[in-house]
């Protein structure tokens, strides 16, 4: 079945570490996007990438690092400049004009 | 960046009772679309509208497209307890269309009492 894999489900970040999360996709889908949820909001845009080998920075890009090399793949980096980064991470996917598709998210932790 | 505001912000029903929430911007939208998002995962799209005054089902949902284009409407009839979760509203800002970039509301949460 088509769809947009996250990996892994839960992770914990020591202070200093650069952390990060993949997103993979089968969808063909041209655009790819990263979201951070916190407890209780909506969710707010990262990074978004409208080809490969070519992203934007979002709303909150800060402490984030992205790379677009293939289509099928966004990974996004949590860097030890994110000095808040316990959320839950969604990863999403588009095409064209059609709406975007989620995936299951990553829920990062402090330890 | 631009905010929807949603509205209620939380609410707890009885099952079989039909829930109303909607969601209004200070800007025109062109695509309105509505997520509904279970715990621990992520938000599965309900339904799409794309022209002002359009009214489009799914099942128990119905959404509405706002005339302004300045805000949205979801309605739940005869609410069970699958229906538990966050809703919320999305649209790309400006005048882009739909599939780039979205702005999110803050969210609706459905809790329904046996």
């Known amino acids: 079945d088509g769809g947009i894999t996250q990996s892994p489900k839960y992770l914990f970040r020591k202070e200093g570490q650069n952390v990060t999360l993949s997103c993979e996709q089968n969808?063909?889908?041209?655009?790819m996007y990263w979201y951070r949820q916190d407890p209780g909001q909506g969710l707010r845009l990262i990074y978004y990438?409208?080809?490969?080998?070519?992203?934007q920075k979002g709303d909150i890009a800060e402490g984030y690092s992205v790379s677009r090399e293939k289509k099928e793949s966004f990974p996004l980096t949590v860097t030890s400049a994110q000095k808040n980064p316990t959320a839950f991470y969604l990863c999403a996917s588009s095409t064209g004009i059609q709406p975007q598709h989620f995936g299951d998210g990553t829920r990062l932790s402090i330890l | 960046g631009q905010q929807l505001n949603q509205s209620p912000q939380s609410m707890f029903i009885q099952e079989g009772e039909d829930v109303s929430m909607n969601c209004t911007s200070s800007?025109?939208?062109?695509?309105w679309l509505w997520y509904k998002q279970d715990p621990g995962e992520g938000p599965v799209l309900l339904i799409a509208?794309?022209?002002?005054?359009e009214l489009t089902s799914n099942g128990r949902l119905t959404a509405q497209f706002g005339i302004t284009r300045k805000d949205s409407f979801l309605n739940i009839s005869a609410s069970i307890p699958s229906d538990v979760g966050i809703y919320f509203c999305?649209?790309?800002?400006?005048?882009?269309?739909?599939?780039?970039?979205?702005?999110f509301g803050t969210g609706t949460q459905l809790k329904v009492e046996l």
């Open positions: 999305a649209g790309p800002p400006g005048l882009t269309g739909g599939g780039n970039k979205l702005t």
């Open positions: 509208l794309y022209k002002a005054g």
């Open positions: 990438s409208q080809i490969v080998n070519d992203f």
């Open positions: 800007s025109i939208f062109n695509t």
């Open positions: 969808l063909n889908h041209d655009a």
